[in-house]
């Protein structure tokens, strides 16, 4: 499912999940003040754009108001951060990701009722890509760019079921991915069988391309 995204703050971790929500098959609206960094985005998101996410008018006239969700990435300006959630929030977008540079900054982004903030270097910009719409995927490690191991969650319509009956009859059969390891509880199953059965709540291990990943678990 193709969702609309504004990313705000384009440094070397907003780029990273603008990227990746792009390469994801997302609409991607980027933007910077930084003419430079948006330049660099070019071809890379749907819209780059340099403007100001303090400015409220900035945002009405690119239409925030109908994207899904924001990311909120400005870097060490505490200020702006919070100024720009604070705009996100009275616009009513459904949800809102920060990165907090230190705990002052985290404290107050969570005060602000932000969805969900973190705090990470860039390298996890791809992980917060990959999960922003994935509820089922808790971890994503990529290995080459658009290929890597993932942990999700088993959805509920696969519980009670076997790795044959789901479609996973062999090595990336069906779904193009490969199982490595069935967590259940404390548990962990190591290559499973085809005739291993998933309980609702186990956790898998999967290894195949990031558009396979995405399709599994949207």
Same mark, same amino acid.
């Given at each position: ?28 609206? /980027? ?21 100001? +996410? ?14 899904? +969700? ?9 200020? /702006? ?7 996100? @929030? ?9 990165? +907090? ?18 705090? /990470? ?13 994935? *509820? #089922? ?7 080459? *760019? ?5 942990? %999700?969650?088993? *959805?509920?319509?696969?519980? #009670? @079921? ?16 490969? %199982?490595? +390891? ?9 290559? *499973? ?5 998933? #309980? ?19």
């Amino acid at each position: 499912m193709k969702n609309q995204v504004i990313v705000i703050g384009l440094g070397r971790f907003g780029s990273s999940v603008a990227r990746s929500l792009y390469n994801l098959g997302h609409d991607v609206l /980027a933007i910077d003040v930084n003419e430079e960094r948006v330049h660099n985005m070019m071809g890379q998101v749907t819209h780059p754009v340099t403007g100001n +996410a303090t400015n409220e008018e900035t945002l009405q006239e690119l239409g925030i108001t109908e994207y899904d +969700a924001a990311v909120v990435s400005i870097g060490t300006d505490l200020v /702006a951060s919070v100024m720009t959630c604070v705009l996100l @929030k009275t616009m009513n977008i459904n949800y809102i990701v920060a990165r +907090a540079h230190d705990e002052l900054h985290l404290n107050t982004l969570e005060r602000l009722g932000v969805d969900k903030v973190i705090q /990470a270097e860039s390298e996890m910009g791809t992980r917060v890509a990959h999960n922003l719409f994935n *509820p #089922n995927l808790q971890e994503y490690l990529e290995l080459v *760019p658009n290929y890597g191991f993932s942990k %999700i969650k088993t *959805p509920e319509k696969w519980g #009670n @079921k076997t790795l044959k009956e789901l479609g996973f009859s062999g090595p990336r059969d069906k779904y193009g991915l490969a %199982i490595l +390891a069935i967590q259940h509880g404390s548990n962990i199953t190591l290559n *499973p069988d085809t005739n291993e059965r998933l #309980n609702t709540g186990d956790m898998l291990i999967i290894a195949g391309k990031d558009q396979l990943i995405e399709n599994l678990t949207s």
